[in-house]
């Protein structure tokens, strides 16, 4: 049997409220199906997201989509900045989550850049912009994604 998913569009780099990534984070606890969030931000990019506070955490099984915007081709097209969160790293506790195509940095969390279980993160830039070429702050290193175990030792 199939599951269907739920599917968030985010239009714009705004902080938060409609078309806002927090937003659909926000829309997806708590809810029944998959989800998934989808980007359709105009213009040819890149785009930079600048949570000016910390991020929900993520509860429920989602894909963050970042190949989906229009015009990607390899590189990503949207940029994940923490420099505005507070320290603030990516906490996922869902059974499942999936980043993808997106460059992700500037948060200053010390050694975790994502922290949680069954996380997939695919061809994404990890600890830099969207031309992959900009080192991560020395503050920044060393960056992981760290993966908490998913039963008993």
């Known amino acids: 049997m199939r599951e269907l998913l739920t599917g968030f569009v985010m239009t714009n780099t705004n902080d938060s409220g409609s078309g806002s990534l927090r937003q659909p984070i926000t829309s997806a606890i708590g809810a029944a199906a998959q989800n998934v969030i989808i980007f359709a931000i105009r213009g040819s990019g890149p785009h930079i997201i600048t949570p000016l506070s910390a991020l929900p955490t993520i509860t429920n099984a989602l894909m963050i989509d970042g190949t989906s915007q229009p015009g990607y081709s390899s590189t990503p097209l949207i940029e994940l900045n923490g420099s505005g969160t507070g320290g603030s790293e990516i906490s996922i506790t869902a059974d499942i989550c999936v980043i993808k195509g997106m460059a992700i940095g500037n948060f200053q ?45």
């Open 109 to 153: 969390t010390g050694n975790n850049l994502i922290s949680g279980k069954n996380i997939l993160v695919q061809v994404n830039f990890v600890g830099t912009d969207t031309t992959g070429m900009v080192d991560p702050p020395p503050w920044m290193l060393p960056t992981s994604i760290k993966v908490l175990p998913t039963g008993p030792p």
